[in-house]
């Protein structure tokens, strides 16, 4: 894929700057080259509509920003043919989930009894599932996907976007576009430019997220543990732990103050399996603060504009669902409005259509979030003594129960199957 814009004469310059800019065209621009900014770009590009994708960074390997590849991905990659390739990319499998409540362990969720080609969670490092995007993505030449350019401003005709205002490494540049789609995460850019209003719905928690080696002989793979005080999430990779310990919002401080010691501590509690290998977290450098945030835009278009995926809706790692909204919101936006380019931007009224048909399931996912925070993760966090709640007790004992559990979180409310067609390559 061509990485670099075509340069042209342009006109108008980016937030009070006089420099000239350069010019492109495109009929979507979309910023933002996460899963839901590489997936619509992928898709758009396959149904034969000419798109840029804009990412701020130079590639994809960034912090740890979650790897959980759900059922329902795969069988959107599956629908596209893709599911052969994406799965000989390094990944680890989680087909069941347990977990440590006090002295119980519960089995919350059986991916085996799903009648699937995927009966599992893949976990996939997030720059390999990009990666993997971006590769499938270069068949279509008419797919750009421009890195180190990131997004400043919309551009306006009247009450309408026309395009995107950016700065790459060679200055600034103007990207018109019928349509521009705002895929730029939680702090989206367009999202503000395009004056959306955000509803917060508040997340009364942050994580603190580290690795640990893993005991290659460990059989105990439960992904919660939950002690009076404290909860630990430990995701199996293979080699090591992916260790996510919830705090109570804005504790970080409180949480140092007590010191690195007693952290480590506290962790070996939690977990007893990780204490061989505990001090490899040396300093608070080894222990990166995720702020949880759980919000959705009222409206999602304005007309020539767009947001979808965390842009649209930020999701708590709770479940580990972002990724794959994300990716539903991209299908569902490409059967939507893949077909509706000829005559430049489709209407408001198609826009909205996105927003309609994606709301339900993120609202839905949302509520079974804040319901995982305020009866399970608050009760553990408050201390005292601690015993699986009822329901997890009835689930462990129903496998059909933990079938429902594993069919409402990897496959997830209303799923996407491809609609959108595929255009003849040229
Ligand atoms: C620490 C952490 C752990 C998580 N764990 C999980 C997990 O285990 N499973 C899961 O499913 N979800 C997890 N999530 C959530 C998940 O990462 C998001 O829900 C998902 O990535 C949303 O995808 P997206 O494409 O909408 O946005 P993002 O993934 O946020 O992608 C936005 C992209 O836009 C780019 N960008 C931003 N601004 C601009 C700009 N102005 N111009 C150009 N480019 C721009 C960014 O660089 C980024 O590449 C986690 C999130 C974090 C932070």
Redesign the pocket.
């Known amino acids: 894929m061509p990485a670099k814009p075509a340069a042209g004469p342009g006109s108008s310059s980016a937030r009070g700057t006089s420099e000239p800019a350069r010019s492109i065209k495109a009929q979507c621009c979309i910023?933002?080259?996460?899963?839901?900014?590489?997936m619509l770009g992928y898709l758009l590009a396959r149904a034969g509509v000419d798109t840029v994708v804009?990412?701020?960074?130079a590639d994809?390997l960034?912090?740890?920003?979650?790897?959980?590849v759900?059922p329902s991905t795969m069988q959107v990659l599956d629908e596209l043919g893709l599911l052969g390739e994406f799965l000989k990319r390094p990944h680890d499998k989680l087909d069941h989930l347990q977990g440590h409540f006090g002295d119980d362990t519960v089995s919350l969720a059986d991916f085996r009894r799903l009648s699937i080609k995927t009966p599992y969670i893949a976990f996939m490092p997030?720059w390999e599932f990009?990666d993997f995007l971006f590769d499938a993505g270069a068949r279509y030449p008419n797919l750009k996907v421009l890195r180190r350019?990131?997004?400043?401003d919309l551009m306006r005709e009247g009450e309408t976007v026309t395009g995107v205002i950016?700065k790459s490494e060679e200055g600034r540049l103007e990207i018109k576009a019928a349509l521009t789609v705002g895929?730029?995460?939680?702090?989206?850019?367009?999202r503000e430019c395009a004056g959306l209003s955000i509803e917060d719905i508040g997340a009364p928690i942050d994580?603190l997220?580290f690795r640990i080696t893993k005991n290659p002989a460990e059989k105990d793979r439960a992904l919660m543990n939950a002690q009076p005080g404290r909860i630990l999430v430990t995701?199996d990779r293979g080699d090591y732990w992916q260790c996510?310990y919830v705090i109570p919002k804005g504790q970080t401080e409180q949480v140092k103050s007590r010191g690195l010691e007693q952290f480590r501590s506290d962790i070996v509690a939690t977990a007893p399996r990780l204490a061989a290998h505990i001090g490899e977290v040396k300093s608070w450098d080894d222990v990166?603060l995720?702020t949880v945030t759980i919000d959705r835009l009222t409206r999602w278009s304005k007309p020539g504009v767009l947001c979808?995926?965390?842009?649209a809706h930020?999701?708590s790692?709770i479940?580990?669902?972002?990724?794959?909204?994300?990716i539903q919101?991209a299908v569902a936006t490409a059967n939507l409005l893949a077909d509706k380019f000829s005559n430049g931007c489709p209407e408001e009224s198609l826009l909205d259509q996105v927003r309609q048909r994606r709301m339900f399931p993120v609202k839905v996912t949302q509520a079974l979030q804040i319901q995982m925070q305020n009866r399970i993760i608050d009760r553990a966090l408050q201390g005292g003594p601690l015993r699986a709640p009822a329901f997890m007790k009835i689930i462990t004992r129903s496998p059909w129960l933990q079938s429902i559990v594993a069919r409402v979180l990897g496959i997830g409310i209303r799923p996407e199957h491809v609609t959108s067609k595929a255009a003849a390559i040229t």
Do not use: Y
């Not at 910023?31 to 590489?38: E, K, R, S």
């Open positions: 910023v933002g080259g996460g899963p839901a900014g590489m804009l990412e701020k960074h994809f960034r912090d740890f920003r979650g790897d959980t759900h997030q990009l350019t990131e997004a400043l950016a895929c730029d995460g939680r702090h989206s850019v367009v994580v997220w995701i996510a990166k995720l979808i995926g965390d842009a930020a999701m790692p479940g580990g669902v972002g990724i794959n909204l994300a919101d």
